[in-house]
């Protein structure tokens, strides 16, 4: 039996639905987060077991990723002997100081150096070994210094206490030119800031720090400004060629000027002279805007495109699609920022492998305790998709009929003959039969004409061939397939078929249209020697000579 609901209900039930919903899915977190706490307990507790049988590097040179990032905040530091840690000490043993090599790699990495991104490093005591180099070698980036391009790379070594560290390999060390001077002029000084002489703010100078800033204003600026009149022109021509309005919106201009200057401002800054230590600081800020930008972009980019597929299904009188367009866009957006959030923690160096795993435990609870409105969402996904219906059809499913006033994520509602809503989980409605009214292209008129016996065959026959042209003449009947035949011998009637198709926009037009026709027909049957076949009684008397008996 189906069941009957005013939609005022509707509310109160989906209410219902997420909270119990939300309940499970706390009490399945408060479960499994404490076992995955102990499992965490239990393995920081067994790596520590194993990291007390290797012991760590005091200079924090254990992984290609520390070596560069420690080596270079003491270059920021200005500490030569701590940077001179860094360097391949078999190398220095035949050098007389440090200084001057120190002195020389940085001028080259300020000029023409370009270090990976952080997380492009391997952050592992072995190293990248799928970089086809030797299995003691890592490369971290490149040196370009007028002509030539020396690789940055990197050597492990063991030492007498079975400590593993990486440092600057001697040949990146050797090809460096020698005596190089900085003789750099920075934005700042060109702009007018030259009386900040050598002072520094946060380890580096603020000369270098304005530059950037200068660097990037200018950059956002001409890159914002070129894509502005970019679009303008799109936006002007357009609509004179393809005759419809331009389809990118203005608003996205920015957030594209964004990722645009966070992939050229690496190489902005080496091409400025900024100083390796400033660009290494910023470096990780500056990929962490770029994703920022870029899941602004996207979300840009899905208001666009979903806001012109659910115009078009207005357009098309499709309202049953605005409602899952919107779904859809609402998921594609929730994706896209918690994607651009675990790319972004990531860069920023948070383990996220915790975090990841409650949302895993999370979903998969989640999963199970929302089974009956995901199946009713994918059923709403295959009404739309299959579109058996439409808002506004008339249509058979189950035992019931009535017009679809609604289809929504969760359910469609039906108004029945009798003006009453029922209210279809979709999971079971995209199962059921479904018989649409309205996607009739034409009409089935189908009736019978009953006459007496008493008729002359002949005439019969008359009548039907003569109500076959007729019909096929009339004004109401297409070409689709007329008939008009001798059915059934009754004892008490000929039975008439008629058969043929009728255009009609709706089924009102259509009862209308089979009301004329039919008495179109009668007043044809009118013109003939014949009598329509009523049912009736017969009485019968038999004349006795000692009684009348009635016999019915």
């Known amino acids: 039996m189906s069941t009957v609901s005013k939609s005022s209900s509707y509310p109160s039930v989906v209410m219902l ?113 799928a970089d086809r180099l030797p299995s003691n070698l890592e490369k971290v980036g490149t040196i370009h210094v007028g002509d030539d391009k020396i690789d940055l790379l990197l050597i492990r070594k063991t030492d007498k206490d079975n400590v593993v560290y990486w440092q600057i390999y001697k040949d990146t060390l050797t090809k460096l030119p020698k005596n190089l001077t900085e003789n750099r002029t920075t934005l700042a000084d060109a702009f007018g800031f030259d009386f900040v002489g050598d002072r520094q703010l946060l380890g580096h100078k603020i000369s270098d720090i304005v530059s950037f800033i200068i660097l990037t204003v200018i950059g956002l600026s001409l890159l914002w400004g070129g894509l502005w009149m970019v679009w303008g022109v799109f936006a002007f021509l357009y609509p004179k060629v393809r005759g419809k309005p331009f389809g990118i919106p203005s608003k996205a201009l920015l957030p594209l000027a964004v990722v645009i200057l966070a992939s050229m401002l690496p190489e902005m800054m080496v091409q400025m002279a900024v100083p390796v230590t400033l660009r290494s600081a910023v470096t990780r800020g500056i990929e962490v805007v770029a994703w920022l930008a870029t899941a602004w972009l996207v979300l840009r980019v899905i208001d666009v495109v979903f806001m012109r597929a ?155 061939k003569d109500l076959q042209l007729f019909l096929e003449n009339h004004v109401y009947v297409n070409d689709e397939w007329t008939l008009v035949r001798l059915s059934e011998l009754r004892q008490d009637a000929f039975v008439i078929e008629m058969r043929c198709y009728l255009n009609a926009s709706d089924v009102t037009v259509f009862w209308k249209k089979q009301s004329e026709l039919l008495i179109d027909v009668l007043n044809e049957v009118a013109k003939y020697d014949v009598e329509h076949a009523l049912p009736s009684q017969e009485i019968k008397i038999k004349k006795d000579d000692e009684f009348d008996e009635l016999v019915t």
Request: aromatic share 8%.
């Open 310 to 464: 659910e115009n078009n299904s207005r357009k098309h009188r499709r309202l049953e699609q605005v409602s899952i367009l919107n779904l859809f866009r609402k998921v594609a957006k929730a994706f896209m920022l918690i994607l651009a959030g675990i790319i972004i923690f990531g860069n920023l160096g948070f383990d996220l492998t915790t975090g990841i795993a409650a949302l895993g435990v999370g979903g998969l609870a989640l999963a199970f305790g929302a089974q009956k409105t995901i199946e009713n969402l994918i059923g709403s996904v295959m009404v739309v998709a299959d579109r058996p219906i439409r808002i506004g059809d008339y249509c058979r499913f189950g035992n019931m009929e009535g017009t679809v006033v609604d289809i929504g994520i969760r359910s469609s509602r039906i108004r029945t003959l009798s003006r009453t809503i029922v209210t279809v989980p979709n999971g079971e409605f995209s199962a059921m039969q479904i018989e649409n009214y309205d996607a009739r292209d034409m009409f089935y008129f189908y009736h019978f004409l009953y006459l007496k016996r008493t008729a002359n065959p002949d005439e019969i026959g008359r009548l039907i």
């Open 17 to 129: 639905s997420i909270k119990s919903y939300l309940v499970m899915t706390l009490t399945v977190l408060s479960l499994a987060l404490p076992v995955a706490g102990f499992a965490n307990v239990v393995l920081a507790d067994n790596i520590s077991k194993g990291e007390a049988f290797a012991p760590q590097d005091s200079f924090g040179r254990d992984t290609p990723r520390s070596t560069i990032q420690n080596f270079v905040k003491a270059l920021s530091d200005k500490d030569v002997d701590l940077s001179a840690k860094y360097l391949d000490s078999d190398f220095l043993k035949k050098q007389k100081t440090s200084d001057a090599i120190i002195h020389d790699l940085k001028i080259a990495l300020d000029k023409g150096g370009r270090l990976h991104p952080d997380l492009a490093i391997s952050d592992k005591s072995e190293g990248d070994l």
